[in-house]
C-alpha cells in the first residue's frame, strides 16, 4: 500500500507557475512510475507527466516544455513545476503512483485544484 498526499494546487493567471508536491508513505525508489493526471471539468483524466525508476521522463504534447517533473527519493517526493500557465491547465490535478508491488497497482492522490483565469 502507497499513500499519496497532494499539495500546490491554486489559483493563478494566463502565464503564471505553480509548484506541486506529492509525498508519499513509502520509498518512491523502486515504484515503477510515480507522476501527474489532471481532470479538467467535465472531461476523463489525462495523463500530464511521469517519472520512472531509471529517471526517464513522459510528457505529453500539450504540456511538454511548460511542465517539469522531478522526484527526491529521500524524501519520497514527487514535485511538478508548472509554467506558463493556461486556462486550458484548469483542471484538478491527482498525484499517481504504479506498478509496486506488481504491474497492476496503482495508488492515488487526493487531488488538487489548479485554476489559470484569462
Known amino acids: 500500500q502507497v499513500q499519496l498526499v497532494d499539495s500546490g494546487g491554486g489559483e493563478v493567471q494566463n502565464g503564471g507557475s505553480l509548484r506541486l508536491s506529492c509525498v508519499a508513505s513509502?520509498?518512491?525508489?523502486?515504484?515503477?512510475?510515480i507522476g501527474w493526471y489532471r481532470q479538467p471539468p467535465d472531461h476523463g483524466r489525462e495523463l500530464v507527466a511521469a517519472i520512472r525508476k531509471d529517471d526517464s521522463t513522459y510528457y505529453p504534447d500539450a504540456v511538454k516544455g511548460r511542465f517539469s517533473i522531478s522526484r527526491d527519493t529521500a524524501k519520497n517526493t514527487v514535485s511538478l513545476q508548472m509554467d506558463s500557465l493556461k486556462p486550458e491547465d484548469t483542471a484538478i490535478y491527482f498525484c499517481?503512483?504504479?506498478?509496486?508491488?506488481?504491474?497492476?497497482?496503482?495508488?492515488w492522490g487526493q487531488g488538487v485544484q489548479v485554476t489559470v483565469s484569462s
Open positions: 513509502r520509498s518512491i525508489f523502486d515504484i515503477k512510475s
Open positions: 499517481y503512483a504504479s506498478g509496486w508491488p506488481t504491474d497492476g497497482d496503482i495508488y
